[in-house]
């Protein structure tokens, strides 16, 4: 009788422990099937670089994401792997990350021969941003947004520091009235700063010109807005941002592929029902 229960024991034990892998299995299972009718739909090689907390352990822990090396060797090979005349789709969900592999990923982006399109179905923040800026196309939904790209260097107190507001004390109080630590910290950000500035200008030069470029990348890099401040589609057209609104449907089914780990408070209950994609106005016959 023991070694009954002893074996059912065992069985439930291990089935606990094996599902949420087995589970994560099948979700990369459906993200393949969907990522290939992705590509065949758009004629290109579809990459992803979605950041999202997935329940992927025995006690269903999150795992926080974000732009990191590992991200930035799988796009580089992904890219280094795509013939010179195939198109590039990479959809992007990121809070962000480090700035190191953000650019690896643009500049690896930028120098792709074919046409490369980035796709915002909700956000791509800081980092992600920066790699937006490296396509020839940047397709968002209507409310999805970009984000500005001013450096943030880490703190022991704060966790990180916008780089122009450490400019900004030392503007302030002048150099006499700061501490060393306080001027290294100064020196560091300036020098964070122009190097964003003149990484933003290089991506999108080509397409806006120098000039117009430079502009651009002193607004993004240069702390005018808190760092979370949401672009918007219309925004980044005023700002001379090139972007299509419209995003195809199959990347909404993706990112319900990847489950936000659930939070201990109330969440977003709905029925659910195909999605609706409004038709885009027809330009009348004889017009360009």
Not at 89 to 102: D, E, F
Not at 156 to 171: D, N
């Amino acid at each position: 009788m023991f070694d009954i229960f002893s074996t059912i024991f065992i069985y439930i034990f291990l089935l606990l422990f094996l599902w949420p892998q087995i589970k994560h299995r099948m979700l990369e299972s459906e993200r393949l099937k969907l990522i290939r009718k992705i590509e065949e739909a758009t004629n290109s090689k579809v990459v992803t670089l979605i950041h999202r907390q997935e329940r992927i352990s025995l006690f269903g822990i999150p795992f926080y994401r974000y732009i990191d090396i590992e991200d930035s060797e799988h796009v580089l090979r992904a890219v280094r792997m795509t013939p010179p005349n195939k198109p590039i789709t990479l959809i992007v969900h990121t809070p962000g990350g480090l700035v190191l592999a953000a650019t690896q990923i643009a500049l690896a982006l930028k120098s792709h021969p074919a046409k490369k399109t980035v796709i915002v179905p909700h956000y791509a923040m800081s980092g992600g941003t920066l790699i937006a800026l490296a396509a020839d196309e940047i397709c968002m939904d209507p409310y999805a947004v970009l984000g500005p790209v001013d450096p943030q260097l880490s703190d022991p107190q704060r966790g990180t520091v916008p780089a122009a507001s450490i400019v900004k004390v030392i503007q302030a109080k002048g150099t006499e009235k700061v501490d060393d630590e306080t001027l290294i910290k100064a020196d560091v950000a300036e020098k964070a700063i122009k190097q964003i500035e003149e990484l933003t200008a290089d991506l999108m030069a080509d397409k806006l010109g120098r000039e117009k470029a430079e502009t651009l990348a002193k607004t993004l890099a240069s702390g005018k807005w808190t760092h979370d401040y949401p672009l918007t589609p219309s925004k980044l057209q005023e700002l001379g941002i090139p972007v299509t609104i419209g995003v195809p449907v199959e990347v909404y089914h993706l990112m319900d592929l990847y489950p936000q780990a659930a939070q201990m408070k109330p969440g977003v209950e709905y029925i659910p029902s195909p999605y609706y994609i409004p038709q885009r106005p027809r330009r009348p016959s004889g017009q360009q």
